[in-house]
């Protein structure tokens, strides 16, 4: 009986710890979801509603407690139909987060003959669209494309969006190496205070950055500067460097795994 009555005592002793250290987590991973959504409109009117409440409780005005305990049904239905977009963004972050990763998942290094692309056409005023696929499954805007599974290469996306083919207006999906396909339509941005200046690409980019985990790499057509969407934000014209960090961090590419399977190498000799 002593040893079970001391197991007990350093559960005990523990709880506390374990209590608040997994309320800590559980607040941190709300937190990084309702950032990477845009969803804090949703938090801001959340507070709003309380503070009346609090208020007309604290002074005990009845009427204000009566329409509030009357109408709180109508008011949740009413927030979930408002803030639909918003919570299902928040609701597709929560499903695609991986909770208890701590390890670098092997991926393929693919960005260097993206980039070179990207430079090739921003230097002749071409546009891009190139779609970095993560863990959302969107076989449905692939499919509005043609299909094409072909070796990466940075000739491969120059002549798609170097040159007036079929392809040249759509997002191409980049994974594993593979060019899966191209010619795709995105969904467009909802976001009602995108820059004007922005143009389908950048609202495309933007638009499916919102619904999904993807990371798009847009060039423009007009300026020539390369951007990326992802989280449901635009940043737009960086520096080779800062899309070279920015994409190795997102794809988990890092110097011990970044090799080339199932891909055309292009630097390497051919004899």
Known sequence: MNSFDGFFAVVKFFQPILDIGLL????????????????????????????????????QLGTMLWIFNTITPILLIAFAIVF??????????????????????????????????????????RGMLAVFLRHTNLDDIMMSGTKLNADLTSSLLVTIFGHDTPF??????????????????????????????????????LGLSEISDAVVLVVSEESGAISLAYDSKLYYDLSQEKITKILDDLLDVTAENSVV???????????
């Not at 991973?29 to 009346?52: C, D, E, H, P």
């Not at 963004?89 to 990207?118: C, E, M, P």
């Not at 980049?174 to 909802?190: D, M, N, R, Y």
Request: charged share 20%; with cysteine.
């Open 24 to 59: 800590t987590f559980l607040f941190y991973k709300a937190y990084r979801i309702i950032v990477k959504t845009n969803s804090i409109q949703i938090i801001k009117a959340g507070l709003i509603v309380a503070v009346a409440y609090a208020l007309a409780y604290f002074l």
């Open 84 to 125: 639909q977009p918003e919570l299902r963004k928040v609701f597709l972050k929560l499903g695609q987060s991986q909770w208890f990763s701590f390890t670098n998942r092997s991926k393929h290094s693919y960005v260097d003959s993206v980039l070179i692309a990207a430079e090739t056409l921003s230097s002749q005023r």
């Open 168 to 205: 040249h207006d759509g997002a191409c999906f980049i994974l594993g190496g593979k060019v899966i396909s191209a010619g795709c339509f995105l969904p467009l941005s909802e976001q009602y205070d995108i820059k004007k200046t922005f143009g389908t690409r950048h609202r495309a980019a």
């Open 261 to 271: 399977e199932d891909t055309v190498d292009e630097h390497k000799n051919v004899n």
